[in-house]
């Protein structure tokens, strides 16, 4: 059940336009910028953020998009052993990674995200960019850009559509 919508088409589209411009600003550019989003709805995040880099810098950004299930820690290792294990094509080696995601919670899917990229390079930095941050965190982890923050209890779910999935950009907190 809808309790609240806290985020409209735009009001998504300005928060990934500050998102964009911090991006640009805090790496002075963007030359060896890779944007990495993840699965499912952190990939149209990273899409977008990497379309509108583009226009604002006139230059492409790399962009990929990784599935992480296979290291998140909340799957028994029995269901781990029948996944398909995917490496994505990006090179990070020494390159300064944008992780995106819709929603930081508690960060075990950042964790996750983090133990992938780790695996597939040595990244120069790692950052964190989500549309929206909710808090209850149960890792030491935080967003270095965020479109929005959220106060909710556990009991609420924050949840975020992307036209690009859902046929509609929104972000609301259901119980």
Excluded: W
Excluded at 68 to 93: A, C, N, P
Excluded at 105 to 122: E, F, K, M, S, V
Excluded at 125 to 138: C, F, I, M, P, S
Aim: proline share 2%.
């Amino acid at each position: 059940m809808e309790k609240a919508r806290i985020m409209d088409e735009k009001a998504i589209g300005r928060a990934i336009t500050r998102i964009s411009h911090e991006i640009i600003e805090r790496n002075k550019g963007i030359e060896d910028l890779v944007i990495v989003g993840i699965k499912t709805k952190g990939i149209p995040l990273a899409n977008r953020i990497a379309s509108k880099i583009e226009s604002i810098e006139n230059s492409r950004v790399m962009c990929d998009s990784i599935d992480i299930t296979s290291y998140r820690d909340d799957i028994t290792h029995d269901v781990i052993k029948g996944l398909v294990d995917e490496k994505f094509d990006l090179d990070v080696h020494n390159k300064t990674v944008v992780l995106v995601d819709d929603v930081l919670y508690t960060g075990r899917t950042i964790r996750a995200a983090l133990d992938y990229i780790i695996d597939n390079g040595r990244p120069k930095l790692v950052q964190l960019a989500v549309l929206v941050d909710r808090g209850h965190r149960e890792l030491p982890i935080r967003a270095d850009y965020v479109g929005k923050n959220v106060p909710t209890s556990k009991n609420e779910k924050v949840l975020v559509k992307f036209i690009e999935i859902d046929d509609e950009d929104s972000v609301t907190i259901c119980e």
